[in-house]
T-cell receptor
Framework: EPEVTQTPSHQVTQMGQEVILRCVPISNHLYFYWYRQILGQKVEFLVSFYNNEISEKSEIFDDQFSVERPDGSNFTLKIRSTKLEDSAMYFC???????????FGSGTRLTVV | GESVGLHLPTLSVQEGDNSIINCAYSNSASDYFIWYKQESGKGPQFIIDIRSNMDKRQGQRVTVLLNKTVKHLSLQIAATQPGDSAVYFCAETSSNYQLIWGAGTKLIIKP
């Protein structure tokens, strides 16, 4: 069964450093997403990406965040200057359509110290 | 505002019994709903979805019911097994891209 793959599984970074979280969506999917889940809380939408541009973003997705699809397979989330409160599980997802077949990766646990 | 919520944060069920997990939503414009299962340390796993033009949809051992009148969604798991232990989330979406997630219900299976 096709999977969304995320790397690394765990990232520890110092406050103020930049991190890049990587995702390989399912190959025939056209829509890509990033969500995050702070420990013990609900999953929160960050951003959606379609046709090489951001289609929607939440209030959380401020100027310190950016996304990129550098090639035909990878989808990345960059956090420019990490803060302690950025510590969370970050999930990448992809879907065939806007309302069809959302599949999530296993997540990257980001710990900012 | 728009929100998706769950009635019970924890549900304990005897192995072999049926489980019913409930979810309330407030956005009447939502037209697509998904149930996810999340095991500890893993990403959300798709269980079943339903569109607003349906009231019921069945999968393997799972059934989702949608009551648009009272904005209620439920997930029924038949013959609950130990492997069903997880946190279950409902999520909704309307005309935009994002899924709005509920708070989650932890399902505990008693032997």
């Amino acid at each position: 069964e096709p999977e969304v793959t995320q790397t690394p599984s765990h990232q520890v970074t110092q406050m103020g450093q930049e991190v890049i979280l990587r995702c390989v969506p399912i190959s025939n999917h056209l829509y890509f997403y990033w969500y995050r889940q702070i420990l013990g809380q609900k999953v929160e939408f960050l951003v959606s990406f379609y046709n090489n541009e951001i289609s929607e973003k939440s209030e959380i997705f401020d100027d310190q965040f950016s996304v990129e699809r550098p090639d035909g397979s990878n989808f990345t989330l960059k956090i420019r200057s990490t803060k302690l409160e950025d510590s969370a599980m970050y999930f990448c997802a992809s879907s065939e359509g806007k309302k069809h077949g959302y599949t999530f990766g296993s997540g990257t646990r980001l710990t900012v110290v | 505002g728009e929100s998706v919520g769950l009635h019970l944060p924890t549900l304990s069920v005897q192995e072999g019994d049926n489980s019913i997990i409930n979810c309330a939503y407030s956005n009447s414009a939502s037209d697509y709903f998904i149930w996810y299962k999340q095991e500890s340390g893993k990403g959300p796993q798709f269980i079943i979805d339903i569109r607003s033009n349906m009231d019921k949809r069945q999968g393997q051992r799972v059934t989702v019911l949608l009551n648009k009148t009272v904005k209620h969604l439920s997930l029924q798991i038949a013959a609950t097994q130990p492997g069903d232990s997880a946190v279950y989330f409902c999520a909704e979406t309307s005309s935009n891209y994002q899924l709005i997630w509920g708070a989650g219900t932890k399902l505990i299976i008693k032997p």
